[in-house]
């Protein structure tokens, strides 16, 4: 091998394990997402509560005042598909 490095943006230096690809998250505006909210494509967390997390196109996006950012982390959108299924459920605490 001449010169560089045999690792790859895809592995994990701490571990030895490939990682997942990390990708740019999305953005949307406050404008854009309230016409995803309005024609039923984002659902937020909770209806009434919790309304910053919203799931549209297959991901978690978390929103502020300047608008939504979509959660690229994998393990971060199953939490909050089981906090939903708990939330909607009635079940906080199983």
Do not use: C, K
């Amino acid at each position: 091998m001449t010169g560089g490095s045999a690792m790859t943006e895809n592995f994990h230096p701490a571990t030895g394990d490939a990682a997942e690809p990390v990708r740019t998250p999305r953005t949307l505006t406050p404008e854009e997402m309230l016409e995803y909210i309005d024609n039923g494509g984002a659902v937020p967390l909770n209806s009434g509560r919790h309304d910053m997390f919203l799931r549209y196109d297959g991901s978690w996006w978390i929103g502020d005042a300047i608008g939504f950012t979509e959660i690229t982390d994998i393990e971060q959108n199953a939490r909050l598909d089981r906090w939903r299924q708990r939330l909607s459920d009635g079940a906080l605490w199983s």
